[in-house]
Each structure stands twice: as structure tokens, then as C-alpha cells.
């Protein structure tokens, strides 16, 4: 019988809310092998939210073909999940949600637009960054409310993506906003509208992929049927074969 769903969460949404949605078996922001040890508890299916990248080998486009091709769903959704899915949906890698499909559609095409600092897993993956793709989407939205000008909101949407992702903060923005010019009183009361108008699309993301997963179990839709033949390169059995020797 298959194990239940693995989900690999971080930063995006503490594991706590996540059981509402789902009962999966929640592990860390997925790194590079993780995937492949997931496939061999073949479970009923594998979501990926947030993973490591830059300090921490990120996980491989191969490790998730090689989960389609043993017949084991693989989907993504916010973070690491939505730029892998966008990758690898020609190859059955399912994406949910509007990051998913901003990647797919072009609109998005960085890494940094997902990317954030955060803190350990025992203080709960706290965030000590701002994710652009969450600028975006609260800046459309203060426009859309009239607390912005279509003028600020491109200014402010340009300052955020010049900065670094680790140095991205709403703090740092509305700083580096007057410093350029921006009217002072116009970021104060964009700052006081943050307090109930600030988004987070990658939350959202989260809980609809969830959402999804949970309905697709429910209905037993939850089905891959690859439209490729997976390759056992050299590299790919340097990297594996220790992994998949130890199946029982």
C-alpha cells in the first residue's frame, strides 16, 4: 500500500496550518536526493513547496523525471515547487497556482522572484526576507485600492527587484523609496494600508496545491502517465545507485 503524500514545506506555510487542509507527511524544504528517497517509500504522491538552493544543493530535474517514470505523481506549487513545475510540466510534473502559471506564461523568469531568507527548522522557518513575487501581487492590489499611483507602484516594483533577495523587505523599500524622491506622506499611508493589505501569493499557492492534492485523493485522480523514457546516464547511476541500493 502507498505511504500517504510528501510535501516538502519551509518558509511558505507553517506545517500546523497545512494539517488542516491535509494529512501528508510533512518534511523540510526539499535539497538535492530527496525527491529519490521519497520515491522508494512509494507514496501515493510527492508536492514540493519550498527547497534550498545557493548554500544547498538544489533538487534535481532528474530526481522528479525519475519519479514520473516510476508511476508516482510529483507536483509544485509557490516556491521551489512552482519554478520546477513550470520546468517540467511538459514531462507530467503538475503545477497549481498563479506563480505556477506566471512562470509557465513568461511573466515570470527569474529564481529570485520565490526566493527568501529564513530562519532554522526548530524556530519554525521564520522569514527574514520578502518574496518578490509577494511585492508584485500587494503592490497590484495597493494600486487597485487607489492607495498607490500607477507611477509609485512601477517605482516601488523597480526599487524591490534591484535589491538583493536576502536584503528585500517592505522596511527597506518604503526607505529606499523617499530616499529616491517618492512622496513621504504617499509611502506612510501605503505603509499603515500593509497592515491588513499585504498579500502573500505564495501562501495562497501553498493551500490551493494542498487543496488540490486533497481533492485528487478524495476522487483518486492522482495519476501520472509519462510521455518519455527516462534515462540512466552515467552520472545519474553515480548519483543513485548508493540511494536505490539500499531499497529493501
Known amino acids: 500500500m502507498s505511504h500517504p503524500v510528501i ?4 518558509p511558505t506555510l507553517a506545517s500546523s496550518h497545512a494539517r488542516r487542509v491535509l494529512e501528508a507527511d510533512y518534511r523540510g524544504p526539499v535539497a538535492q536526493g530527496d525527491v529519490l528517497r521519497a520515491v522508494m517509500e512509494r507514496p501515493a504522491a510527492i508536492a514540493i513547496i519550498d527547497g534550498y538552493f545557493a548554500n544547498v544543493p538544489s533538487v534535481w530535474h532528474k530526481e522528479i523525471l525519475y ?3 516510476q508511476g508516482i505523481p510529483v507536483l509544485g506549487a509557490a516556491s521551489m515547487g512552482a519554478l520546477r513545475a513550470a520546468e517540467l510540466h511538459p514531462f507530467g510534473m503538475q503545477g497549481v497556482g498563479a506563480i505556477f502559471q506566471a512562470y509557465v506564461d513568461g511573466r515570470l523568469e527569474d529564481d529570485d522572484e520565490v526566493a527568501v531568507t529564513h530562519g532554522p527548522a526548530e524556530l519554525g522557518y521564520p522569514l527574514l526576507s520578502e518574496a518578490m513575487v509577494n511585492i508584485r501581487r500587494t503592490l497590484s492590489d495597493a494600486m487597485a485600492a487607489e492607495v498607490l499611483t500607477s507611477h509609485d507602484r512601477s517605482h516601488l516594483q523597480r526599487i524591490a527587484k534591484d535589491l538583493p533577495y536576502q536584503d528585500r523587505s517592505y522596511g527597506r523599500l518604503l526607505r529606499d523609496a523617499v530616499d529616491e ?4 506622506g504617499a509611502m506612510e499611508h501605503f505603509r499603515g494600508w ?3 493589505g499585504r498579500a502573500d501569493q505564495k501562501r495562497e499557492d501553498a493551500l490551493a496545491l494542498l487543496s488540490f492534492l486533497g481533492q485528487g485523493l478524495h476522487e483518486g485522480s492522482l495519476k501520472v502517465q509519462p510521455g518519455f523514457a527516462f534515462e540512466h546516464t552515467f552520472m545519474w547511476e553515480k548519483v543513485a545507485r548508493p540511494l536505490l541500493s539500499t531499497r529493501a
Open 181 to 184: 524622491g517618492l512622496d513621504a
Open 194 to 196: 500593509l497592515a491588513h
Open 67 to 69: 519519479a514520473l517514470s
Open 7 to 10: 510535501v516538502f514545506l519551509g
